[in-house]
Every structure is written in structure tokens, then in C-alpha cells.
């Protein structure tokens, strides 16, 4: 079977809508980061699909440049979520209602 | 090849020199103790990078590394704010130091770890300002925001700071990807990834209609309207800068809004200037629905900092109105430049004077400031200040920012638009002269004048609540020296 650019990119629609839609329903933090980094997959599909149709390698170029912000923000995520987790003894985001009132 | 990225490195002083000089506090921190080392690097090389810019102003427009970065006169006005809130918010963390209390003394420990994060978050601003690269503009971004997520946990044994930090870091990673997915498609439906190609593209192939194009400003538009903290994208401010400490959150009322208003600025009518009859209505009704309701929320705080909060999503409507009114040709550009120039200087004198006499043990409530005039008489007055210049009353210079923009907007002919801003002000001047009222007229005494306040050994919250002060009543009685300024950097006169 031939995979055209309208498959890839269906394809990095749905990722990226599954990774949404657990973000907006999940309440575990880990959860949260994981449709996160769903969603820069969804991304990156997008760029690299795009990539191939134009025939240039600068989605390629911004593939790489995602990949790596994704892990740095991933990491201050985890430092935070242990944080979080030192103070409170959970990670769901029903706990955080410090901040509330 | 290797000469010409010298050059360009060499040409590119005032964006690498943040860098430069993160990595020389990183090594300071590293081969010493102590904090004051580190902080004295810190505030000798922004000063430094300061006059660098100051006398650099207008030296021309150019292109660097192939076109992924433009230094042109705009970006070195935007990178002299940012250094100069810099200065300042370093300025104010330091009393910080002499705390006591255990929260700030295991915080205060890593003092120079927050100054690398300040100085690399400003090397992200400079970037995301020089952008001409879609690359550039992600990569900017993301160091500008990484830096704060790790700012605002800073007083890492305290639940409030921490799960601010966590919030931020969700709603910013969410509206990262919003923004990745819209350069996503804006690379799909042009192929390139420089500024100008994308223009000349979109221009030459009659583009403007294209859905991948609509698809793309649809998801920058909420990606920017996340940033900013435009209604009904506002939802995580208030918490944040609730729980952030004292001066990052005046960090992040005023950097966050100089680098993504800069961002947006060059997106909007840069590339997407053939587009401007989609993205401008409702850019537009969201800076509207931001300063109507913002000022209407903002009502019914209890708390003084998530007021502020809901004041700053007020004034970010008014910087993204004055972001359209940048429209090439017809606009103008100095309404943006002095609102940048004088909501920042206001903002942090005000969060100067509220991180002098707060208590972080106990949350701020409004209430607190009951009869401050009495006890503090020159604190309260300056806040009051401070206060009156945020609501934009006439001998203060944040009556003349508002008025600029107010006429540009009846000149463009959006009276309708001018008219729904002049509302929310009205609404607005409600709470801010509630608590004038509460300060100065109330017989009771609020819990705030029993505080400790900081000790401000080294004159620098002072300093900085003074020189805010002089700076927005010089703008209120002689605004044209602001204008005049603004746009002799701007090399426009």
C-alpha cells in the first residue's frame, strides 16, 4: 500500500488528539506529561510528513530541535512532579488546590 | 564559511552576551561558595550588556546565521527592556538573602542555580525577539519558558510555590505544542522556515486562502493567547502568580509579555500580513474580552497578587491591541513601545513594594493594606503611586500609554473596539481605588503594618520603587520626551 502525505497526516491528527484529549481528562501528573509528549510526537509526524511532501530538510531540522526541547522540558517536569510528591505524598492534580479561594 | 559564522557571532553581542554570561556565573558557581560572587557577576554584566545595547541602538538592521536571527532597531529597543527587567529582578531578589525563616534560607541556598535559570530565560528572550527563523522562534520559546517553570518553584520547600511552577509547566508545555502544531502547518503549506521566504510565498501563490494556512493562525493565535493570558485563555495566571515568589512574578507580568508581544508582532504582521482580514477580528475580540473581563474578574479578588494577576490580564488586551496597531505602513509603533516601556517599570515597582512588606508565610489578602498610610506612610504612597498609574489616571504616564493607543485605535477606525477599552478602564479604576481607599482612608488597621518587613540593606527595592516612580511621572507630565525617545531608537525621526 502507498502511503501518501494525507495518511501521515491524519495519522499525526489522531496522535495528536488522543494526546489532547488525555491531557484535558487525566488527573495523574505522570499521565499529563506522557499525553504531552504524545502531542510533540503528533508534532513531529507533522513536520517530517511535511518535510517529504516539499522536498526540503528543514522539518527534519525542526524534528530534531522538538525532539530535544521535549526532553528538557520533560526532565524539569519530573524534578517538579518529585517535588510536588515530597510535599504532598501524591501526584494527582486533584490535590493541587493550594492556590484556590 | 567558519569566517563568516565569526562575524555573525561576533555581530550577535547582545543575544550571545546572555549566554556568555550564564555560562560565566555557571563556572563562578561552580569553582566557588557563596552567593555574592555569582550575584555580583550578574549584575555587572547586565549592566554591562545594558550599555552595550544602550549605544547600539541604532546600528542597522542585519541578518545573522544565514537568516535565522534579524537584529534590526526593534529588536534592540525589546532586548533593552528585557535587560533592564532583568537588572531589576535581580536587584529585587536579593534582600531575600537576609531572610531568616526556613523557607527562604534552604531556597535562598541555591541562589545562583536562580540566576543562571533569570540570565538563561533572558538568552531565550532575545532569541524569541531576534526570531526570523520558525526554528529560532521555537527554540527562543522554550528557553524563555523552561527558565521560568524552574523560577517560579524556586522556594522548592513550599507547596504554594511548587504547585505554581507544576501548573505553569502543564499550561505552558500545552500551549508549546498548540504553537509547534501551527508552525507545523504553516511550514506545510509554504515549505519554508524563514520569515521572508514564508511572505514572499504566501504573497506570489495567493496562499491567503489555503486551510492549512487558516489551521495554522487558529492554532498560534490560542498558542499566543495562552502566553499572553488573554480571556478565556487565563485560567492558570492567577494561581501562578499567586504562588510564585514576589519578584517572579513581577518576571513574569513583564518578560513573558515584552518577548511573545515581540514574538507575535513579527509573526503577525511579518508573514502573516496577507492574512490580516482572518487573524486581526479575532485577535482583536480576545484583547477585548481580556480587558472587559479581566477588569470585571478582577473585581472580586480577595487576594492582593491574584488582583494583580487579573490586572495584568487587563493590560496584556491592551498591549495586544497596540500589537495590531503595528500594522506596517499605515500604523504605529511607539503605543506598543512605551506601554512595554512603562507597564513594565510600573509593574515592578509595585511588586517591589509589595515583596518589601510581605509576609510569605501568610497569603496577601486585600484587606491587609487596611490603613498602611498611617503606619507606612511612604511604602503606602508609593504603591498608591504606583496603583493610580496601572489604572491610568492623567498625571501619571499610564494615562498617556493608554490614551496613545486609544487614538491610534479611533485613527485606524476601530471606534467600536476603543470604545469596549475605555469600558474596562472605568471598570478597572473601581478596585484600584479601593485600595487607595483601604490604605489611606480606613481607621482600622490591616494585618500588613504588623509585619516584618524585608531589610533593605543595600537601598536596592528603594532604588527600584524611585526610579519606577520618577519614570511614570516623567511619562504622565512630559510625554513626548518618551515619544521622541522611542522613536529616534526606533531610527524613525
Known amino acids: 500500500m502507498n502511503v501518501s502525505i494525507a495518511h501521515l497526516l491524519f495519522l499525526s491528527f489522531g496522535v495528536f488528539c488522543i494526546g489532547g484529549a488525555g491531557f484535558l481528562m487525566r488527573r495523574n501528573a505522570l499521565s499529563l506529561l506522557i499525553c504531552l509528549e504524545l502531542m510533540l510526537s503528533a508534532v513531529n509526524i507533522a513536520f517530517v510528513s511535511f518535510s517529504r511532501l516539499h522536498q526540503n530538510e528543514s522539518g527534519n531540522l525542526l524534528y530534531f530541535l522538538v525532539i530535544t526541547v521535549a526532553a528538557c522540558e520533560s526532565a524539569v517536569g519530573l524534578a517538579l512532579i518529585l517535588n510536588f510528591f515530597r510535599l504532598k505524598k501524591n501526584i494527582r492534580l486533584d490535590e493541587a488546590t493550594t492556590l484556590k479561594g | ?493
Open chain 2, 1 to 493: 564559511m567558519f569566517e563568516r559564522l565569526l562575524v555573525d557571532s561576533q555581530m550577535a553581542l547582545p543575544i550571545l552576551g546572555w549566554a556568555i554570561l550564564a555560562i560565566l556565573v555557571l563556572m563562578i558557581k561552580i569553582c566557588t561558595r557563596g552567593v555574592w560572587l555569582p550575584l555580583f557577576a550578574t549584575v555587572i554584566g547586565l549592566i554591562g550588556l545594558i550599555f552595550y545595547s544602550a549605544t547600539h541602538l541604532n546600528s542597522g538592521a542585519q541578518d545573522l546565521f544565514h537568516g535565522a536571527l534579524k537584529m534590526d532597531s526593534s529588536f534592540y529597543l525589546f532586548n533593552l527592556i528585557g535587560l533592564g527587567i532583568h537588572l531589576a529582578v535581580v536587584l529585587m531578589l536579593i534582600p531575600g538573602l537576609e531572610r531568616t525563616s526556613k523557607i527562604f534560607k534552604v531556597s535562598y541556598e541555591q541562589f545562583p542555580e536562580l540566576l543562571i535559570c533569570l540570565l538563561f530565560s533572558g538568552f531565550g528572550l532575545s532569541v524569541l525577539i531576534a526570531a526570523s527563523d520558525l526554528s529560532t522562534l521555537f527554540l527562543g520559546l522554550e528557553t524563555l519558558s523552561i527558565g521560568v517553570y524552574c523560577l517560579c518553584g524556586f522556594y522548592r520547600t513550599e507547596i504554594r510555590s511548587t504547585e505554581s511552577a507544576f501548573k505553569y509547566l502543564m499550561i505552558g508545555a500545552f500551549s508549546t505544542v498548540l504553537f509547534l502544531y501551527g508552525l507545523a502547518f504553516v511550514y506545510g503549506a509554504t515549505g519554508a522556515t524563514n520569515y521572508s521566504q514564508i511572505q514572499s510565498i504566501i504573497e506570489q501563490s495567493h496562499l491567503a486562502h489555503q486551510p492549512l494556512l487558516m489551521i495554522a493562525v487558529a492554532f498560534l493565535i490560542a498558542a499566543f493567547a495562552f502566553k499572553l493570558a488573554f480571556v478565556p485563555f487565563h485560567l492558570y495566571v492567577p494561581d501562578v502568580y499567586e504562588g510564585a515568589p514576589t519578584p517572579i512574578t513581577a518576571y513574569l507580568a513583564t518578560v513573558i509579555k515584552v518577548g511573545v508581544i515581540a514574538a507575535a508582532f513579527k509573526v503577525f504582521w511579518g508573514f502573516f500580513g496577507s492574512l490580516a482580514d482572518y487573524w486581526e477580528p479575532f485577535w482583536m475580540t480576545l484583547c477585548v474580552l481580556s480587558i472587559l473581563l479581566g477588569n470585571i474578574l478582577a473585581l472580586q479578588q480577595k487576594t492582593l497578587k491574584k488582583l494583580l494577576a487579573y490586572s495584568s490580564i487587563s493590560h496584556s488586551g491592551f498591549l495586544g491591541l497596540a500589537m495590531v496597531l503595528t500594522h506596517p505602513g499605515v500604523g504605529t509603533t511607539y503605543p506598543l513601545m512605551a506601554y512595554l516601556v512603562v507597564y513594565s517599570a510600573v509593574t515592578l515597582g509595585l511588586f517591589s513594594s509589595i515583596s518589601f512588606l510581605e509576609n510569605r508565610e501568610q497569603v496577601f489578602l486585600v484587606e491587609d493594606l487596611k490603613g498602611l498610610g498611617q503606619k507606612r506612610f511612604w511604602t503606602a504612597l508609593f504603591i498608591g503611586i504606583f496603583i493610580l498609574a496601572l489604572a491610568g489616571l492623567p498625571p501619571f504616564a499610564g494615562f498617556m500609554i493608554k490614551f496613545w493607543i486609544l487614538e491610534a485605535l479611533i485613527e485606524q477606525h476601530h471606534i467600536g473596539v476603543a470604545i469596549a477599552a475605555i469600558c474596562g478602564s472605568v471598570i478597572g479604576a473601581a478596585y484600584y481605588l479601593r485600595i487607595l481607599m483601604l490604605m489611606f482612608m480606613s481607621e482600622e488597621q490591616g494585618s500588613a503594618s504588623e509585619w516584618v518587613v524585608l531589610k533593605d540593606r543595600l537601598y536596592v527595592l528603594r532604588l527600584i520603587v524611585f526610579l519606577a516612580a520618577i519614570l511614570s511621572l516623567v511619562g504622565g507630565m512630559r510625554p513626548q520626551l518618551y515619544a521622541d525617545w522611542i522613536l529616534s531608537a526606533l531610527a524613525l525621526k
